[in-house]
């Protein structure tokens, strides 16, 4: 274990949280596994704990790509409380909105095979992220690269060479004139057997109305209710075509 820094000890054992111990439990087993440097260090960075190891992530103030976001160890928590049901090990994902990179840090140090993705602008600060804490420590390297929402989809990810096992997406859904782009990406990504990850802040009428929009697409589990941070946790599968649904023998 390399764990480091001065986090709170963890609240809320995941027992807790199956038997319903409630949000607040849940919410502050999560914020437990960030720490701040225990020493005073010429670079500014944020710890967190997870996949029992240290990780570092360097944001800087100008962009949202570049701050981490709660939904984020939202669904960190989730991973790395969750290995049983959601075993990453050789499984294949793509991140979409990586940001600062923990999520795709995080699948990747759990064994998967990652592709992560955002803006061009956020690029280089998620390329340094993923590269410092998942050098030497995953069994498969991340690849870091650009998917804008809705462009050059087929072109840069065609359907038939690249089948994801899952999406993961934290924090996507705020108000960005993208959303149309963002859903399309979602469709494009998701094929039959991909499950889809999706950490939802939840902030203003308009854009909340995404999730309904999400619904009629997708099927839609709702893994974490967490009011008091505003956030839920989905798990959403692709919702098959009338065409291919089978109703049973005709008679
Ligand atoms: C609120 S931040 C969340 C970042 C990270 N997932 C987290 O939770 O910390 C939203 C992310 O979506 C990315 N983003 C916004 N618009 C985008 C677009 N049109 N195409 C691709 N990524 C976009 C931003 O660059 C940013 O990294």
New binding site residues.
């Given amino acids: 274990m390399e764990l480091e820094g001065t986090a709170e000890s963890e609240t809320g054992t995941r027992a807790d949280v199956d038997a319903g111990a409630g949000d607040e439990v849940l919410a502050k087993a999560i914020m437990s596994r960030r720490f701040s440097p225990s020493l005073i260090t010429t670079e500014v960075w944020e710890g967190y704990n997870f996949a029992d190891v240290g990780i570092r992530i360097k944001e800087s103030t100008d962009?949202?790509?570049a701050?981490?976001?709660p939904?984020?160890l939202v669904l960190c928590y989730f991973l790395d409380t969750h290995h049983d049901e959601y075993n990453l090990l050789d499984k294949n994902v793509i991140e979409?909105?990586?940001?600062?990179g923990?999520?795709t840090i995080v699948t990747s140090l759990l064994g998967a095979v990652v592709t992560s993705?955002?803006?061009p602008d956020?690029l280089s600060n998620l390329q340094y992220n993923v590269s410092r804490n998942t050098r030497g420590r995953c069994r498969h390297v991340p690849r870091v690269t650009e998917?804008?929402?809705g462009q050059e989809l087929e072109e840069r990810f065609p359907r038939v060479s690249c089948h994801f096992d899952y999406i993961m997406?934290?924090?996507?859904v705020?108000g960005?004139p993208?959303l149309n782009?963002?859903m399309d990406t979602f469709e494009h990504l998701c094929q039959e057997g991909t499950v889809i990850l999706w950490?939802m802040r939840f902030r203003l009428a308009p854009e909340n109305s995404f999730v309904e929009r999400f619904e009629a697409r997708f099927h839609l589990e709702e893994l974490y209710d967490l009011p008091s941070l505003c956030i839920k946790l989905y798990r959403a599968t692709k919702k098959r075509p009338i065409s291919q649904l089978s109703f049973g023998a005709a008679a």
């Fill in positions: 962009i949202y790509g701050v981490l976001w939904s984020a979409i909105g990586a940001g600062t923990l999520v993705t955002d803006l956020v998917l804008t929402w997406a934290a924090d996507v705020y960005h993208y782009e963002l950490a």
